[in-house]
């Protein structure tokens, strides 16, 4: 029994490194302002059409996926690691609005402007005097 949860465990973590392997952490860089997070991703090799921008709960998921061009020549030259896509994950938490992400994409640096939430204000409570 120890080996088939051994040979599970295993498995399980194949899989994962499988899922995860068809994909690389780009370089960035993350600033904050008094309002918002500037997060700048460089992507090289990527267009508009291939970035998607999703935020799940206190993560903000980047995927950038290059455009594939073949040649009629082409050959393997040990590059795999060069054409994999990117995908970025960033745990900022749940003060910012995700919905409103701002980004634009120019010569591969990708630029984001993640704005923070309002507050929300407690209701002012009068004091009464009773006695």
């Known amino acids: 029994m120890n080996t088939r949860t051994h040979t ?18 780009p370089s960035y860089d993350c600033r904050e302002l008094p309002g918002a997070v500037s997060i700048v991703v ?14 799940h709960g206190p993560d903000l998921l980047v995927t950038a996926r290059k455009a594939r061009f ?5 050959q393997a ?21 995700y919905s409103q992400v701002q980004a634009a994409i120019h010569d591969g640096v990708l630029t984001l402007s993640v704005p923070k ?15």
């Open 77 to 97: 030259l040990h590059l795999e690691g060069s054409q994999l896509d990117y995908r970025l994950r960033l745990r900022l938490g749940v003060g910012f609005d």
């Open 8 to 25: 599970a465990t295993t498995a399980s973590r194949s899989a994962h490194r499988a899922a995860h392997a068809s994909f690389r952490q």
């Open 42 to 55: 460089y992507v090289p090799g990527v267009e508009a059409s291939g970035v998607e921008i999703e935020g």
């Open 117 to 131: 939430r309002q507050p929300m204000l407690a209701p002012v409570h009068r004091l009464r005097r009773v006695a």
């Open 70 to 74: 073949v040649r009629v020549n082409w």
